[in-house]
């Protein structure tokens, strides 16, 4: 059962939801349950919304519906609908696609993440609320989708700060320890019960598809793929070129890239375990050229304060490789910190540029894939950057 007690707001804390952004910290409430759960927020102009609320987050009110409601938890599952119907046509298109099939407060539904995998779904549940309503979300997912298993990826570090336990359990069927995706022409393996995120980063899905399609006819010869997890952006290239080297840190995704290599017949790749600032600066010192360089970095910039920093390192990175390019070369970059804005982004490619001495011309600008939508009011929800650059002189 619902409580019925308000959560109550402090002025910036409703100026905040009136500004329609979903999160509170908890500096900006003035009072709160002892028990997560489903509660009423406002102030002096009554209720102006219903949240997922945990006294123990720092982001203690995160907001799923705007306005008051006699069914606040219909509401909530309301958004879960207009999420999955926003993707059934390419679900039920596309039965072995990645596909990300909730997007937290993106949905409405905050917290809450589902990828799907060849038809094996993924949830991801970061705030506290959802943990009583995964029985029913289970539910709802099967009779909407028709899943073949659906598997709780409960690991996450996020769910330390919302005091919850970390754990992997299925939720339905049997979930398989790896999956084969198709992404365009080409295949890989998704670890579902280990790897980064839910198994793949699906939000550069349509970035490397493109990159696949912009690189093709364009005669080129040498490309080199950093921080290359599962060598995706290399395989969707690796067909136009004569080679592509597969840089990453992690013995774990070179392994992972090698075996997706191998289910795609890619006898072109070439496989390096270095750190990709040392990399970079000992290929430019050895004056060795590219016509394609991919960088597809973590994120630099965790937390605010990290901003800066992380600008002087993707500004290292991407100046070294603006040298490595030959005249008529494209660089494909990406930043995926949300605290580096687009602005701040472009800013610091223009530095690098013009410190390596280098003509450039923007030949496009994109950003996550479809199925991670923006909110205008919501920043965070932005956080994909990636530029497509080509080097005139």
């Known amino acids: ?102 997007f937290a407060e993106a949905d409405l539904l905050p917290g809450l993440v589902i990828d799907s995998y060849g038809r094996h779904l993924v949830v991801q549940a970061h705030a506290a609320a959802w943990e009583p309503l995964l029985e029913e979300l289970t539910t709802r997912l099967q009779d909407a989708l028709e899943p073949h298993s659906i598997l709780a990826r409960h690991d996450s570090p996020l769910r330390d700060k919302e005091g919850l336990p970390r754990y992997v359990r299925p939720l339905a069927g049997q979930p398989p320890a790896r999956a084969t995706v198709r992404e365009g022409e080409v295949r890989y393996r998704v670890e579902l019960l280990g790897g980064q995120k839910t198994g793949a980063f699906l939000d550069q899905r349509d970035n490397r598809l493109f990159l696949g399609r912009e690189v093709a006819g364009r005669g080129y010869r040498r490309g080199l793929d950093v921080f290359s997890y599962q060598g995706l952006f290399a395989l969707q290239v690796s067909p136009h070129l004569e080679s592509v080297e597969v840089v990453d840190s992690s013995a774990a995704a070179l392994a992972a890239a090698r075996e997706n290599a191998a289910l795609n017949r890619a006898e072109n790749l070439i496989f390096t375990e270095a750190n990709a600032f040392d990399l970079l600066r000992q290929r430019e010192k050895s004056g060795e050229k590219y016509d394609l360089v991919i960088l597809d970095p973590p994120a630099f910039a965790a937390k605010k304060t990290d901003r800066e920093k992380a600008l002087k390192a993707y500004k290292e990175v991407n100046l070294r490789a603006l040298k490595l390019l030959n005249r008529g070369g494209l660089l494909a970059t990406a930043s995926c910190s949300h605290h580096v804005s687009e602005a701040d982004f472009y800013r610091m490619l223009a530095e690098a540029a013009a410190d390596a001495h280098r003509l450039v011309r923007i030949g496009a600008r994109r950003g996550q894939a479809w199925d991670h939508p923006l909110l205008l009011t919501v920043p965070e929800t932005h956080y994909l950057k990636f530029a497509l650059l080509e080097v005139l002189t």
């Open 1 to 102: 059962m619902l409580e019925v007690m308000k959560v109550t707001l402090s002025p910036r804390g409703v100026r905040r939801v009136l500004a329609r952004h979903p999160w509170v910290w908890r500096s900006d409430v003035l009072e709160l349950p002892e028990e997560a759960g489903i509660y009423p927020v406002g102030g002096k102009r009554g209720v102006l919304g219903w949240a997922l609320v945990n006294p123990r987050s720092l982001i203690s009110v995160r907001v799923f519906h705007f306005g008051d409601t006699k069914d606040p938890l219909g509401a909530l599952w309301k958004n879960l609908e207009r999420a999955l119907a926003y993707r059934l046509e390419a679900y039920r298109a596309d039965s072995d696609a990645g596909l990300r099939l909730a």
